[in-house]
């Protein structure tokens, strides 16, 4: 499935390009920007209340070079709210219709 086919007339990207060197490398910038459709549904008020939020969201690149206790705490949500994978099972012994299971951080879910 393309990125083309998933996007809908309605939403709102916001773009981030990391700014590269010759050797295409990042540079530690990006460009942002916020992208539409023309097409897009939403009536003018709701349009920039959703443009608006866009534009705050992007804000916050500029304030967290300025703010360190800023960026930290972002980071900290960031953290929070990233999907943590679910806990890998591994078997330990089998009897009969008895499965055994080790529910340790480590397993790599082999089987014994």
Known sequence: MTIESRILSEDFIIDVRPEMD??????????????TS??????????????????T??????????????RQR?????????EKPEPQLKIVD????VVVLSFDADNDNKKC
């Open 22 to 35: 010759k050797h295409f490398r990042w540079t530690g910038g990006v460009n942002i920007s916020i992208m």
């Open 38 to 55: 023309p097409d897009n549904p939403l009536d003018d008020s709701d349009y920039y209340g959703v443009m608006d939020f866009c534009r």
């Open 57 to 70: 969201m992007c804000a916050t690149v500029p304030l967290m070079e300025k703010d360190e206790d800023l």
């Open 74 to 82: 972002l980071i900290k949500e960031a953290e929070y709210n990233e």
């Open 94 to 97: 089998k009897h009969d219709n």
